[in-house]
């Protein structure tokens, strides 16, 4: 390709995205922070052998205040071993990305898709260990990913999740046997007229892994109020079968049961 048409095409998409910023913003709007929770953030405690596993996730809004969705976002998961005499940390996955959200309900073109309530597309997500030698994993891939949902009190939907690989580390060059290329939620979310008990509980199943190995991985969830709405971290549940819960085991087969809180709205 030529070099002066791609620097053309660059200029050209940069200035659109700025218009519609100016055009969007000129109106003003109301404040919204642009750091905010991308995946879910929660502390919970297993058995013995399982022991604390806790998720750190938030993502940045890059063209702020408006919305046209282009996002930067980092997500950890830890794994540890509080139990124990010296309380180690054993493992942590980093997992930052880059990514597009269009938000159908709300989104800078005012458009809402019927019953799509996003469509995310990433053109580079990471995960490693940040551990060396051996025990180093890690993964450069892309994705893409769509929610669809119906109902209003009763909200039921549905999360697919395909991605590919640019590279592997040399220490899991068959993660792609254990993870595959695409992961699945069902989901339903309740939303109760009596909001001092109960409201937003939520309620899922997802999993992954490769069809042609019949390896993979689920995964089950519920998210509930304590005693009431005022309090606002929920009890969170989870089990979790298969391949792959953390990097560095993820040719191992791990089932764990933990509860604790999720801090989400």
Known sequence: ??????????????????????????????????????????????????????????KYNLIYPSDIGLWL?????????????????????????????????KNIFDY????????????????????????????????????ASVGQKINIGTIIKVFGYYNKAEENPDIAKYMGYTEGTLFITLKSQNTQFFDKEYLYIKGGGNFKSQKGWYEAGLKIRLLTTLFQPFFYLQFFQGYGETMVNYNKKDTALRAGLIFQN
Not at 73 to 92: D, G, H, I, R
């Open 112 to 147: 809402s898709i019927p019953y799509i309530d996003y469509i995310t597309l990433s053109p580079f997500w990471h995960k490693s260990n940040g551990r060396d030698g051996e025990f180093s994993r890690s993964i450069n891939c892309y994705y893409g990913e769509v929610q």
């Open 73 to 105: 976002a980092y997500t950890q998961k830890a794994f540890w071993n509080l139990y124990s005499s010296s309380s180690p940390f054993w493992e942590f996955n980093h997992e930052p990305e880059i990514f597009y959200c269009y938000n159908s309900k």
């Open 1 to 58: 390709m030529n070099k002066n048409f791609l620097q053309a095409v660059i200029f050209i998409l940069l200035l659109a995205f700025l218009l519609i910023y100016f055009v969007k913003t000129s109106y003003g709007s109301e404040y919204e922070s642009p750091m905010q929770i991308h995946k879910p953030n929660y502390f919970i405690f297993g058995d013995n052998q399982d022991q604390v596993k806790f998720q750190i996730s938030a």
